[in-house]
């Protein structure tokens, strides 16, 4: 059983960058496939991109490119999250979550709210 | 993309009721269609995969059905836990994209 625990809320300003982390644990780190999903407060689900740890690939949303990363270090079995040139639209509980046979959201974090505010 | 739409957004039912959700996609995707449970504050909870398949665990009121454009999940008889937001979401291609939500409130 996968067991994703993310690191804890932050605040930043605008214009900065966040970092969120997932630690996993239980399955093999190195065939994951985590995704980023977000949720603004009081709206729906939104998949920002994900990694395929086992070729290294990673894949992001029109709407996030060019602001965002995604990254694994398979040596700590922890996901990272980056993203830059925060506005206050970014406020939102950021959400990882790992592919298992069935969906690519079958395991989940608990969250991490971002406020982005000056 | 493929956009999801999910209707209706939100409902009122009582205990006991039958609920169902309806998603239709903007172009076929077979059977890729995943079902999750959302509670106030807390992370999505699979429900069903490959539109009819229940994740482990999961209750058998809870079922899905549909192929290519249209699906719907279905609540057979609606329980107090079972007040919540449902989201259908596709995995056919990425970007992955979800159904705007349908809220289920207690009438």
């Known amino acids: 059983q996968v067991q994703l625990v993310q690191s804890g809320a932050e605040v930043k300003k605008p214009g900065s960058s966040v970092k969120v982390s997932c630690k996993a644990s239980g399955g093999t780190f190195s065939s994951y496939t985590i995704s980023w999903v977000r949720q603004v407060p009081g709206q729906g689900l939104e998949w920002m991109g994900r990694?395929?740890?086992?070729?290294?690939?990673?894949n992001y949303t029109q709407k996030f490119q060019g602001r965002v990363t995604i990254t694994a270090d398979k040596s700590t079995t922890t996901a990272y999250m980056e993203l830059r040139s925060l506005r206050s639209e970014d406020t939102a509980v950021y959400y990882c979550a790992a592919e298992g046979y069935n969906s690519p959201f079958d395991y989940w974090g608990q969250g991490t709210l971002v406020t982005v505010s000056s | 993309d493929i956009q999801m739409t999910q209707s209706p957004s939100s409902l009122s039912a009582s205990v006991g009721d039958r609920v169902t959700i309806t998603c239709r996609a903007s172009?076929?995707?077979?059977?890729?269609l995943n079902w999750y449970q959302q509670k106030p504050g807390k992370a999505p909870k699979p429900l069903i995969y490959a539109a009819s398949s229940l994740q482990s665990g999961v209750p058998s009121k809870f079922s899905g059905s549909g192929s290519g454009t249209d699906f719907t999940l279905t609540i057979s008889s609606l329980q107090p836990e079972d007040f919540a937001t449902y989201y259908c979401q596709q995995s056919f291609s990425t970007p992955l994209t979800f159904g705007g939500g349908t809220k289920v409130e207690i009438k």
């Open positions: 990694i395929i740890s086992l070729l290294g690939i990673t």
């Open positions: 172009q076929s995707i077979a059977n890729y």
